[in-house]
């Protein structure tokens, strides 16, 4: 039957009691058996489950990580393609503008000088012109170019200045063609009522 032991002692010290119960063969073994249980469930824990997970979970996290990097690359090359596609859509619609619309700055002279070319290669006598421009809505800085032209000559000449027009590289567009014969001979009174537009960036749309 093991020892009792008395902590409290009544005129030695807890050293010496301690000290005192070392000795029984029992209480060592007890010790060290204790100590090989907690070194063994040390290891277990170390052994088969890590801090940082298993090798096979760090590899499964791992295949995991392989497996979204191919839709991850897909999806930014899609996205490459689509900001490319959308920089030349910028690049050619500036282009567009570049060339087909009327610069704010000189809109008048413009369109005025191009008519008259068209009319003098064809043969038509040009009139008076009026315009009229307004913001396109929706825009701040494009406008619709409105002119009501006047030209007398003869209806063959009419035709060749439509085709004229049709090659301009101006986007006009002929709204309506109003064409009245004169009373002596074979030339026409001819009302074109045109259409262009403006890039003005100077707010002389307003």
């Given amino acids: 039957m093991p020892k009792s032991f008395n902590f409290v002692p009544a005129k030695g010290n807890l050293r010496g009691l301690s000290l005192a119960s070392m000795k029984d063969p029992r209480v060592g073994v007890r010790v060290v058996l204790g100590s090989l249980l907690l070194l063994n469930v040390i290891a277990a824990v170390v052994l088969f489950k890590p801090w940082g997970g298993s090798a096979e979970d760090l590899e499964r996290q791992l295949a995991a990580l392989r497996a979204q990097v191919g839709p991850k690359q897909a999806m930014l090359a899609k996205t490459k393609a689509l900001v490319d596609k959308v920089e030349k859509a910028r690049s050619e619609g500036d282009q567009f503008m570049a060339t087909h619309m009327l610069d704010g700055h000189n809109t008048y002279s413009t369109i005025i000088g191009e008519l008259d070319r068209a009319a003098n290669q064809v043969g038509l006598k040009p009139h008076e012109k009026q315009f009229q421009s307004e913001l396109i809505e929706g825009s ?67």
């Fill in 140 to 206: 701040d800085n494009l406008g619709i170019l409105t002119i009501s032209a006047n030209y007398e000559g003869a209806y063959p000449n009419v035709t060749k200045f439509i085709h004229e027009l049709d090659r301009s590289p101006r986007f006009l567009i002929i709204d309506s063609l109003q064409a009245s014969p004169q009373p002596v001979g074979t030339a026409v009174n001819v009302n074109f009522k045109l259409n262009a537009f403006i890039k003005d960036d100077t707010g002389g749309l307003q």
